[in-house]
């Protein structure tokens, strides 16, 4: 079998460790060949792809980014988009099966390919977390613990200018970044695009951590949202052209805290560095067991499905019923984390 | 309330964590009050113990060992042992209930006295990962990461001198940290304790290794056996008193090796650096979860149950069901791991 | 000896050792005894201190910040500010003599202070290295080291997308930390404020990476500026008021490279992290000897004078003939670098 | 100008970064050709090296290990060995020079592989830190950072616990790993080769740290050799045969401590870790520095000089004066570590 492999839209840590985990599987188990496909689906509708041999992914689990590239091309635009074309490309290049690595919008596209009778199996990428189908993702596990070592460096600035620090992580829909690396660093207040709060909310947290003689730690989403209408007003009247550039959500509160608390606040927002390099050892072992589990589902024909974590054990998935549902943060552990706030 | 905690047995990153999250959300959402007995068991039966307020745990989360101390006292040894004494010391000094934060011999004491009549509830502590109630426990996760960074450090020394590098880690009856630090830092070979295997199949895998040009790196579990006669034979006739100092198992597996390949072979013992210092954010969540669990167990009267996770859930069992099980690591998960081997 | 302990202006990674190293060699080598005075300079002129025991130092060697507290304060401003004053709060609290760390603002002081007869030794803090009289500030390795950690994963990010990333480091005056982080992370552009330079260099630099291959990483100090007029023009005409919030220089920088390059970029700016948390074990070392030093030269009368390094050796200087003289980053050391660009 | 290289005895991090360095400046400045020879000094004599590129070289600062391989293989024997040998192995491949990176052996026969006519440049290697002729080698600080990081974790444990930790880090005939990582670390005790010392002061230092309610962590290097004779004494009668085997010197002090003092006592020896991996962004600036050095040696026609570090500078000094000198621990240094004892 001669089994296609590509990586699709923003980077994660781990990828690079799946494309280990299925290939060595594949050759050592089955004898499969392989080939990367190059920056995602655009290698796909341009036949662009280069052998993908086992000395090819040496050492390759540690390593951060995708050695495949990435692109955010849609596989049903363009002139080789579409079923057909992409089937009439693996045809001619003898390639039998595609394993797809990528988020909501790869896994849909893969799903839609199947439909039209592709033979293509998912693995799914999220480095916010936010897919139903899986207990945790890879890349999300490495971006905690990035996150939470900047908040502990913070910290002790915080500290010493008995200042107050808003730290800004990803998360665009949902907020388990920003849930685990403020609960791991010891965060007095964690917002969520799931918990739209008010200014005041936060403020009163924050006023009473410096009551306790502490300097207030904020972490925050990039996706939370205010649920007032401050922001809003405080810019109107400014046409579109003159209205100041918005920048992050962190930019905007530490003035607005500071402002209200009289607490000098200063924002960092993490950016980048929460998505690159090395895996840890925890992203290394689930992208590897996802890799070689993608392959068991390809040798078992399960095209349409992905592979997932439930608890400790690797399972396959439809990806029609998989993708669809955000894997909000619920309540209850919104509510627990909030019992250590302010 | 007034709750006494007690931390049992070796240390672990994390069981700060644990106090911590007990002590704020029992202040917080309880106002319970603390107090801390020293040295596990020991600080029961002999009334020591000193008050817990929330600012003795600030910052607690990141910080490696128990600043309760441990040790490895019986209750039901001692002058101040067994159940009516220790009910006793908790009356006369308005202690209501105890958190007990450890093994299988803390958490089996702690049945015992809770069948007695003690208000206990338990917080698993098991670095190894070997119980089987709980999916993953706290210290696990930092002890991989710490393990696989060593890996990857070793990787570079045995690939720029063709060694063969053994590597052993933590691990006395089941290979969970061989397991997934092999399986993250790319070990040509795990040797488990679950799985004894026979020096011949180790230099197998070892030479083909090397057959392919690099160099072979095996992770070994403490508790590691082989499953031959050769060691015993090797020291016959020699009485127990000249008998060489066996040492741990890499230390007896490298020159086998050796001898048998031809490759140059070293070992590492990584010992204590595995169990101390900073937890991963991952164990810092779990572990903070735990305490805060153990709280509302202690607050439903859930006498004799104890803490644990299960997918992304904490849940309370009843010790009586959980221990005893050890968690070994299943054939699936090693058969997995084997073909990454050699 | 009564001696008081003061940390001012930003913090920096080895404060705390330094003050272990001068409270541990006080009371070990002279049966010395301290106080720590609040917040800087504001704690002298405020009579607000504490005393500082050597149990108070244990294990402050890794821990980031200052104990201390640190604020801006001027001691020549204020009611309590002034040689005469200060010196009367010494006499009533019977504090023989001051250790003052912080940057060039209050080793001016300090000697000016010193001029009018008080007792101070001061110890340079710089994170930026900007000092001429030390080979190299505590801080300053840390500083780099994390810097560096944070290239070496967005390099992976970069390479995954095809895209130039543009990381924005500190340096006011001086680009060392640029100079160094970027040439242990393999910059392919380092932008110091000592070597203004066009955009049109600049996007050269780029475009040759981008054409050999390669995703360009360009780092830059924040005290850089571009040396056209190009930023001044584009805003031309715009009143104050509606004139775009300008943002760092990465965030600048960006969109001008991708604008004339047609690479897409990204800026990513490090900020605060650079300057909290552990220090690493140079840094460790280093402000232990620097401590250790001061007392030394509290106990030779060595009043205006400071401690430094040169070469492996601590020394002392005074500070009337080291403040003044700007670090900056030599043509030889931009020139070696810059071998390595494009 | 064809330039070969090549990496003699133990690897170190920062050996690729050198490799990187030299390869660059030479490519770029110079339009060299290299070539690596594989193996140290092996690769001359049996003639065995590929061409190195520019493309060979990239992403190698951050990566420990050497990629050209390893040896202790000395030059003057064997078949192809001594300088004619090698000057016709050289001329038949049109190599002009060669670029020697290893300790203080790989030094001496360069030197003498010089008088005798060829033109060969050192690069110092040596973790310890041992060669009197820079002021700190590469490897070192990478060292240093990692002994400092277990001594951090074996703290927590040994805090927990109350017991005594025994650390061995390296250093055969010097103390530099172990004063510095000491220090870094907060020891209480730092046993170097330059001091010898008896039990008797060993276990009065370790007591008083009890004493004063702490847990006593000693860091010995390798090289340690206690100045009385009880070992010697304990094993006397034993013929060679049957003398149990020593062990390091971490292993043996332990129980000595444990027996005389009381207090439990651990022993960790640090090993290979302590010397593969990705170096410190420190060690990656001082090697890229040194390769890039060697260059300009190599076009200065500098033969028999090697590149070193004093103060901030890169210098060329004679191999012929800077080896033979053992850079000790001085006196002073090891009086300023150990005012911090006990």
Redesign the interface.
Known sequence: MKIGIL?SG??CPG?NAVIRGAV??GV??HEAEFVGFR?GWRGVVEGEFSPLHRHDV??L??????IL???RTNPFEGEGGGPENIQRMLDENGIDAIIAIGGEGTLTAARRLTDAGLKIVGVPKTIDNDLAAT??SFGF?TA???????I???????????RC?VVEVMGRHVGWIAL??G????AHAILIPEQPTNIEQICEWVESVRDRG?APLVVVAEGFHLDDMEEAHSHKGLDAF?R??L?GIAERLAPMIEARTGIES?D??????Q???AP???D??LA??LG?AAIDAVYDGAWGSMVTL???DIRTVSIAEAVGRLNTVPQSRYD?AK??FG
Request: aromatic share 2%; no cysteine; charged share 25%.
């Open positions: 990586t923003g980077d990828l060595l599987n050592i188990s920056n040496r050492g689990s540690k390593q951060g980014g995708t590239g990435s692109s207990d945790y596990d905690v613990e990035i996150a939470t070592e900047a502990d460096r913070l910290r002790t600035t915080a500290e010493s200018h008995g620090m685990h690396s609960m791991a660093g010891g502490r003159n100041p550039r920048g200063r960092t927002v993490l950016g980048h560095i998505r690159g390099g840890s050892a925890y290394r072992v590897t067991r070689m439930r608890g400790t627990e019992i250590l």
